[in-house]
């Protein structure tokens, strides 16, 4: 994969630092208790104040830091419990208290809503919805901390967070502090602020380059400030008594108790001007300033639209040329002004006749130039550290398009340029503008781009991944918290082109992944690997289990020779044949396996249809092989050791994942019951091969599902298909998330455990196959027949279908363990009553606490209870429904009274015959559906199929409804699906 550079927000703070601004304030009056702030998601610690800074450690959502410092616009240096100091963003932080110039609101300051506003849960768009304000809606300003929310008060005491764009703030004199919610921070008592412009500046109608200008204040001049509250616009007053809306980026502010220092006022005066902007990539047009919001339509690269409104620091409301209007991401438009007799814009003072401008880079390290604006794009070219490159277009938050000394032309990552403007004319002399860039060391000059990332983890407890980054697109998987990730491209901000584990490629919101870098800091303290040496037939996948400490520890995989074998969060996938080593890494520490892939195997998998074929039918035997392989033979042995050779007669070709396969069949019919083992062949250029897949068919002479007999018993096609139907289908190994260590699991819920080497993206034939094979010759059929025989059960197909699923899904061991189950005991509970004469008892115990009732049947009514391990006397026998048997007892009490047969154990049972179709089906249905449990939780898809499998055992019925049909005692978890 090739490496990825580290995306770089562009954020306020480099356009202060640009532009020369520096915001000043007196000390505050007093000083506050601590404040503190709370991580809203998960959150790097850094040691700058800026996304080049290093990375100290990840803190997780709901983290308490102590703040030591708020004064910078995006970033507050904090301290964690442990005392690590660093740096983090104020986006993800919700911070309470004071602190020094942290802009907390006082307890004077209020708000009204300019707009309907929702007051959400939460610091974010994401966060819960509260309630939502009218126009007009006075509210308490009780955090203003945030660069973009305010934590308020509504007037009957709600409390909340709202978005600062849509709030007009201000503070009561009275109160002793003034505070305001723009970049100017103020901590001091004060009549009236004030600002001095920095260069030259537009004077607006409203907040926003769209509105008109007013006139053009000169640099220098004091201005009276009315309105503080918005982030990027403030309202002023100049000495004439204009008032209109100037950019903080040019004000420097400060508060001032006494009189303020005018200069003469500008005679300058400006046309209006008109923005608009060019789409630099496909890009969508939202109706809301938010990637949350419906897309009204996607623009192709290269159109011009009108932008309405570009006071937002990250999108632009624009007007199309066929007038749709919404909001693009700034990150994808190239925005320019044009204007009538004024040339003068917000961020640019007018220039000297004759100025000219050029834009250069240094690179600070060794650095690619690609194709387009993103590491996904093709490298045309290797810099080394201190090339200087001419920038033709910085419209780009993260890239620039550059110009070498030779004529090559490309993209870099702004990260490692250093970006200076060389402005000369008349009467100006030179005057050089450098942007601080990133510090990333030496260059290591292989051309890969340094500080790279090597994956990303899943931070949400479940997560879309689509075909195309956008929230309309198809939802290719599901992702749950904690999956790792590879990351393919971070050139859109807002996706993230992620690749899993089983090799699915597509896009993930940014907004829930958390990116693992190169040089992260961990507190890992031990790291091993399940295997240190395996060997992989080409094609085929292995499994490495890691195991880290602390448990959870983010882990980055490589393969020494991808050509060889590739590896993803432990997965490693054969590729052709050769060596390679796989290498697991965390902090300081690695763990290896050395990696051996060796030739395909000739059969990827075979299987007979039917699973249970009677004496004379047609049985399908079918082979599935790569597309290598040009025929099929398959080679039975017969019972009397001899060998039959049957050769494929029909060939079908499949694919799944961009994996293609040939499935191979032929048909043939056997005349006895028994067990045939086959294996499938296959060629190669005519040549079959010497070794293939062995597996069997199974013929029996049972011809009904209800008949009970004491033969070994295996899953019907009727039972497979609702496993299947149960289970569903996933061509791709996923994590199984209602295991308590998320089980790795792919076709029809067949899971494995560390070091097995099985096929990915595998098609629904061998999804298929897998499922049968591993039913027939794993514990869930071989612990069955050993229960049938160790009880002397006769049972029936019903019955053994049943159980096998119940096995799949929850495991054999119940079926032989020494500890007995409900289920168990009501099963050898079952048996062929025996006939009792006048006057006869026959001594029984108790297994389960039940019901003594007056009459034979759950309608009778109760006489008393009766606890497990009672004993008793039978003496009386009712089976006029063998479904519903019931004992008539008596009681040492002598209380006597009916129960259910399911609950009574004779004390002769041993002598009895253990027919299982007197299996209490009440008591056996109400049994099973209790096993609805996973990690201690109700689940309702356990639940209907405990259900489904209840009406097979005791009805024969594969219906699988999601009713009670036959009345069974629903458990207090289900009571609502009744």
Known sequence: MKSLKKRIVAGTVSLICAAGVMITLPPAVSVAAAATAQTTDYLNLREGAGMDKKVILTLSKGVTVTVLDSSNATWTKVQTSSGKQGYCSKQYLSISGAASNSGASSSGTTAVTTASLNMREGAGTTSKIIVTLPKGTSVKVIDSSNPSWLKVQTADGKQGYCSKEFLNVSASSGSGTTTNTGSANTGSTASSASALTTDYLNLREGAGTNYKVILTISKGTTVKVLDNSNAQWAKVETPSGKQGYCSKQYLNFSTSGGTNTNTPPSTGTGAAATVTGVTTSSLNVRSGAGTTYGIIVTLAKGVTVTVTDNSNSVWAKIKTSDGKEGYCSKQYLNISTSTGTSTNTDTNPPPSTGTTGTATAVTTASLNVRSGAGTGYSILVTLAKGVTVTVTDNSNASWAKIKTSDGKEGYCSKEFLNISTTQTGNNNGTDTNTDTGADPGSGDNTGSDSHTITGASVTADMLRLRESPDTSAKILANLPRGTSLTVLDTSNSAWTKVQTASGVAGYVSSEYIQLHYSDDVTNTTALSLSTTAQSIPVGKTLYIQASISPSGTYISWTSSNSNVATVSNGYVYAVSNGTAVITAKSGTYTAACNVTVTDAEPVKTAFASPNIASTGATVTLTAVTDTTRDGVQFVITMPDGSKRALNADSCTNESKQNTDTKKWTATTTFSAAGTYSFTAYSSLNGSMSSTGYTTNAYVSNQQDFVTTSSEERRASDQMISLIAKWEGYSPTVYADQLTSNQVPTIGYGCTFGANAIFYNNMTETEAWSLLIN????????????????????????????????????????????????????????????????????????????TIVRDQPGIGGNEVCGVLSGTSLNVTECNFANTKDGWYKVQLSNGSTGWVNSGYINLSNSDSLTHDLNYTNANAFGSDLIRWNQAGGKFYAGLFYRRLGEANVYNYGDYEAVKFNRYNYTYPNAAAGLS
Request: aromatic letters at 10%.
């Open 774 to 849: 591993k039913i027939n010759h794993s514990s869930y059929t071989t612990e069955l027949n050993k229960m049938i025989q160790n009880n002397r059960f006769l049972m029936s197909q019903n019955q053994a279908d049943c159980l096998i699923s119940f096995a799949y899904n929850v495991g054999a061991g119940y079926f032989n363990s020494s500890a007995e189950m409900d289920f168990r005991r009501i099963m050898k509970n079952a048996v062929v009553p025996p006939a009792l004469f006048s006057g006869e008892t026959l001594a029984a115990t108790v297994t389960k606490d």
